[in-house]
Structures are given as structure tokens and as C-alpha cells.
């Protein structure tokens, strides 16, 4: 990279920039991209590429002349001349090849030269390649080379909005070439020249029909728009699926699917297995494969090519299949297959039956979140993933501690190990705590998180355990947002062992006291006055906290232990648990988070937490 000059502007200098790939590179890209060898045979390296028949090319151009001037306009109107000015351009550079083999261009100039002819080997490629399929296998293969080459000029000079695609080309040559390549690939393009600039714009219907050929392969979010342009229209017409077959098999059965989705027709085979629904394809051939699973994605499923020994494939299993991202008509295919197999006795009927609800009703897959199983247990709510990956949970670990949720309060975790699943539990504080941030941090973006985390439990909840966890779920939920936002002092009412208690709370304050924090409370319980301090510390970094139960109060310590209960309770949520032969109530930091609920309390206990924090996360 180097920087040729600076263009002055009011704000400051900007620098011209100068960039050229190492030839290296480029002759790597040649080596891995077999398929060029079928337009221009015996290449090895790049140069060998801009050897190619430019001739031809430009013949094939001229050719469709009538064809492609009406795709051509300037501003609202066609312009014949634009287009023998851009075959000029595609002249002179075809010219410019001649005088480089020839060894005629040198130093700076050559390096002008490869940059150009990158910009035009692209849409050369495509073209020769399109012109050349003659069987139905070539020329799935050519649109699926020419979908691949146009994406990545799109990753580069062009935009993906919605129901539009374009590609800006500074080289009339170059925008000529991708006309006459778009148009052989079946594509209604429309050309248009401003100035300099020249515009292959795609609209509505052309533009959907043409995302369909632009896979999503490596890091271009344009091309990851594309796909989900398509998806989106789906519902339009786009995307024919049927099931073909469904037969039995050792595991269970099998059922064969067939797609078209713009120009692609595939099929593929489920396996209904003991334990879950698998889409599986393995090839050698890795364009396949990727092929493959383009059009699943066209679908709305998430398959990815992996690759294992020389072996390519994608293995797609019953959550991602249900997910509510993927076609509806696509999904109900499959929830078909599951009933003809189930009417066989080929699979497990109360298995079968789960997979149809499943399927039919769609799941929530959240990619960057854990596919929680939430049910209610005995009457208390269970949160759980399950998880083979290590890393993956190590992931979701790293999130939850992101946002200040602290493992054995908040969350537990277990790591798999010998064969055996890990599984990640979010808590009742750890849900309550999830709640408090949305209402009440500070951080914009960790409200924005600890909302999408709580969203994403309540879809699970509904989805895994019915309305019974989903209910159960909010009225934690619930219990969080009134963290921080009601008032201790007061009169509250309380009942214990069956026996109501009056507690009229007068005075309530909380400070951090070196590394402990102190809780002084003046109330009136069941008209007797107590005033008393709780005093909380961390012992092996466990929150501990106790309060002192007195003799020399009215009714002695059995009356004032009474008291002090019906006082915890209030504050605490709970009695508290009796140490010391009753001299003494203990807590931990469950109720010091329940303590949080009280505004006079919630921004001391908060800062003391933060300040007694471990440096170590993985410790509680």
C-alpha cells in the first residue's frame, strides 16, 4: 500500500491511497479456483488467466449489441452511444493485454494494468463460462461460478437493500462485460451511465430472482442480505418444496424432499432417527456441498459446510429444521414426513408427535444464546441447556458474567466431560437479576443485552415448558423490576407461622463499612420498638451476613428473635436461619439481592458488591 498524494479538504488531508495485491496471492486464487481451467485450460497463475481469448470476448459482445443497448439508459432514457463508447473501453484494454504480452508495460504502469484487469477478468470469466455450459450439469455449475464472482464484486463496489441490488463500476469496459454476463445468466439488469460512474441496478422481482444466486460464502454481509432479501419473498411463489418419498430404515425412516428455489432444484433426505430429525448431504466435491446448502439457506436453515478428511458435508438436526426463521411450507413438509413415517410404526409415536408440534409451531433458535429446556419441577422453575461443546458454553458463560451475573448465584455451570453433556442453569436470582439490569443499569448496551437474554428465556419458556413455565417465569421477572423501586420505610405486614405481624419501618440505611457492609434499621414490631444493625461480609468470598439477637429487650431473646424474624422477613424476604443456639440470624447473598428491592438500600448493597467483587470470575 502506498500514499501517492494528499487531497486538501475543509476539514482536514486525506490521503490518496494506493493498494496492489502480491502476485503471490493472486496466483493462490487461480490455483484453488479449478473451475477457470474449464474457460481458459492449462491456466496455472494469474497471468495465465489474462491470457484468455479477449477476442472472443469482445465478439461475443458485439454480438448482443441490439440485445444489451436496451438495457442501457442515461438518466430516464436509452442511449445507443453509451454502449460504443464502453466497447471502446473494452477495446482499448484488450489492446492493453496485446502490449503487456508482448512485454510492453513496465513498472507503474503495469501495476495499473493488473488492477484493471482485475476489475475485468471478473465479469469475463462469468461470461465465457455461461457461454460455454452446454448440458444442464455445466450450466447449474457456470450460474453457480457466476453467482459466486458476482457476490464478491458486490462485497466490493455494491449495495444490497431491500428488493434492490447494484453494482458500481468506474470501468465502462468492465460494466459492459457484467451486462452481457448478467444477461446470459437469465437476469433482467438495467445499465446506467452517469458521468464516470456506471450503475447495474436490480429492482423488485429482478433483483429477489438474483439473490438467489448470490451465495453467502465467507465474510460478505452483502451477500448474507441477498439471501435473506430472498428468503423473505418466499412466501410470494419463490420456493416450491414437496415431499417425494419416505421409506423405512434400520434407525427409523427416511424421507426425501424436493426444493426449487429460484433457479435451483435440489433434494435431500431427513433421517428420522431414534432421538431427532437430521438433514444430512456428504460429497468430495465441495461445490456441492455448498451448493447445498445455499439453498437451504435460501430456506431459512442455518447450514454449514463442514469439512471432515476429504469429506465434505452439512448435518442439520430437529431444533435448526423447526426454527421459526425456516420456510413454514418447508418445515410442514417435514412435519409430513414424521406423521406417514409415524402411520408406519417406523418411529416412536409420543417421539413423532413432539417433532410434528415442533415443527408445525416453529422454535426460537437464537444463534448467540443456549436452547434452554424451562419447566416447572415440583412446583419451582427449571432452567437448563445441556451442551457437548465446551467452548460454546464457556461462550454463554462469558455473556452472562459480561453483564454482571456471577456464577453460583446467578448461574451454575458444568463442563462435559468423559462422554458426558455439560449444562448451563440460569437461577431464580439469576432471572430476578436479568430483570433488575433492563430497569436499572446504567449502561445503555447492558440493558440492551440482559433484555435480549430475557426475551429470548421467555420464548423458551413458552416453547419448552407451556404457559405454566412461561407464567412462572414472568412472576420473577416481576420480582426483578421491583428491585430499586419500592420504599422500606413504611408499614408492612407479615405472616409467620401462622400468626400475623405488624412491622412499621421508621428509619432504614446502608453503608459500606471497609469490607463489610452495615444494614441499620429502626422499626416498631407488633408495638414493641427494635433497633438493630445487619451487618453483611464475605467469608472465602461467600456473602455472609448475621444480625444479634438481645436479652435485654421486652420478652428477652425468644420475644426479640420473634421480632427480628418478622423484620428479616421484610427486608430480607426470609427469616433467615438460626445460629449460635438463637443468638445470632445468618444470611447470604440471596437475601441481600432480595434487600435490593428497597431504594433506601439498593445503591449501597450495589456499590458494595461492586467494591468486594473477586478478581477471579470463576470464583463466588
Known amino acids: 500500500m502506498k ?18 495485491w502480491p502476485r503471490g496471492t493472486l496466483n493462490r486464487l487461480v490455483e484453488e479456483g479449478g473451475w477457470v481451467k474449464s474457460v481458459t485450460p492449462g491456466v496455472e497463475k494469474f497471468d495465465d488467466l489474462i491470457r484468455l ?46 502490449r503487456w504480452a508482448r512485454g510492453e508495460i513496465r513498472g507503474e504502469e503495469a501495476d495499473e494494468f493488473y488492477r484493471k484487469a482485475r476489475k475485468y477478468l471478473a465479469p469475463a470469466l462469468a461470461l465465457l463460462l455461461l457461454q460455454n455450459a452446454g448440458t444442464a450439469e455445466e450450466r447449474r455449475s457456470a450460474l453457480w ?35 452481457a454476463a448478467l444477461k446470459k445468466a437469465g437476469f433482467v439488469p438495467r445499465l446506467r451511465a452517469a458521468g464516470s460512474k456506471y450503475y447495474l441496478e436490480f429492482t423488485g422481482g429482478n433483483a429477489v430472482a438474483l439473490a438467489a444466486v448470490m451465495p453467502a460464502a465467507g465474510l460478505n454481509p452483502k451477500a ?115 406423521e406417514r413415517a409415524m402411520r408406519n410404526g417406523w418411529v416412536d409415536a409420543e417421539k413423532a408427535e413432539w417433532w410434528i408440534k415442533k415443527l408445525r409451531e416453529g422454535v426460537t433458535v437464537a444463534e448467540d444464546k443456549p436452547m434452554f429446556k424451562i419447566q416447572v419441577v415440583d412446583n419451582s ?27 453460583g448465584i446467578h448461574f451454575t455451570v458444568k463442563q462435559p466431560e468423559d462422554g458426558k453433556k455439560g449444562h448451563l442453569r440460569i437461577t431464580v436470582e439469576g432471572v430476578r437479576k436479568l430483570e433488575e439490569l433492563v430497569r436499572h443499569a446504567e449502561d445503555p448496551e447492558i440493558r440492551a443485552k440482559a433484555e435480549q437474554w430475557l426475551n429470548h428465556l421467555l420464548e423458551r419458556a413458552r416453547e419448552s415448558g407451556g404457559e405454566e413455565a412461561r407464567k412462572k417465569l414472568e412472576e420473577l421477572v416481576e420480582e426483578g423490576a421491583a428491585r430499586g423501586a419500592l420504599t422500606l ?60 439477637t438481645r436479652t435485654d429487650v421486652p420478652g428477652g431473646r425468644e420475644a426479640d428473635l420473634k421480632r427480628l424474624k418478622a423484620t428479616s422477613k421484610v427486608i430480607f424476604g426470609e427469616v433467615g436461619a438460626l445460629r449460635s443456639g438463637g443468638k445470632q440470624l445468618a444470611y447470604t447473598r440471596r437475601h441481600l439481592e432480595h434487600a435490593t428491592s428497597f431504594e433506601e438500600l439498593k445503591p449501597s448493597i450495589e456499590r458494595w458488591f461492586k467494591s468486594t467483587s473477586s478478581p477471579n470470575p470463576y470464583i463466588k
Open 381 to 407: 422453575l427449571a432452567i437448563v441447556y445441556h451442551a457437548i461443546s465446551g467452548e460454546r458454553l464457556k461462550q454463554y458463560v462469558k455473556q452472562l458474567e459480561e453483564l454482571g451475573l456471577e456464577k
Open 224 to 338: 448474507e442480505k441477498a439471501v435473506n432479501m430472498f428468503r423473505k419473498e418466499t412466501e410470494k411463489g419463490n420456493v416450491d418444496v414437496k415431499l417425494v418419498d419416505v421409506q423405512k430404515t434400520k434407525e427409523g425412516a427416511v424421507a426425501t424432499i424436493n426444493v426449487k428455489a429460484g433457479p435451483w432444484e435440489e433434494e435431500y433426505r431427513a433421517y428420522l432417527k431414534e432421538r431427532e430429525v437430521v438433514l444430512e448431504f456428504n460429497s468430495t466435491d465441495v461445490d456441492r456441498v455448498h451448493q447445498k446448502a445455499h439453498v437451504l439457506r435460501l430456506l431459512g436453515v442455518r447450514a454449514e459446510p463442514k469439512k471432515k478428511r476429504n469429506v465434505w458435508y452439512i448435518s442439520v438436526s430437529t431444533n435448526t429444521l423447526a426454527d421459526r426463521r425456516v420456510l413454514p411450507k418447508f418445515r410442514e413438509v417435514l412435519a409430513e414426513a414424521v
Open 3 to 20: 500514499i501517492r498524494h494528499f487531497a486538501a479538504t475543509l476539514r482536514d488531508l486525506k490521503p490518496g491511497v494506493y493498494m496492489k
Open 53 to 98: 481469448d479477449w477476442n472472443a470476448v469482445v465478439e461475443t459482445v458485439e454480438k448482443a449489441r441490439h440485445e444489451l443497448t436496451q438495457h442501457i439508459t442515461c438518466g430516464r432514457r436509452q442511449c445507443a452511444g453509451e454502449f460504443n463508447e464502453m466497447l471502446k473501453e473494452l477495446k482499448n484494454f484488450a489492446a492493453d493485454v496485446e
Open 145 to 179: 461460478h457466476f453467482g459466486l464472482i458476482f457476490a464478491a464484486a458486490v462485497a466490493g463496489d455494491g449495495t444490497v437493500a431491500r428488493r434492490s441490488v447494484q453494482l458500481t463500476s468506474g470501468e465502462g469496459g468492465a460494466a459492459l462485460l457484467w451486462l
Open 489 to 548: 420505610v413504611g408499614v408492612h405486614e407479615v405472616e409467620m407461622q401462622g400468626r400475623r405481624h405488624s412491622v412499621v419501618v421508621r428509619e432504614a440505611k446502608a453503608w459500606p463499612d471497609g469490607d463489610k457492609l452495615r444494614i441499620h434499621v429502626k422499626a416498631v414490631v407488633d408495638g414493641v420498638e427494635v433497633e438493630r444493625e445487619f451487618v453483611f461480609f464475605r467469608n472465602r468470598d461467600r456473602v455472609r451476613g448475621y444480625v444479634v
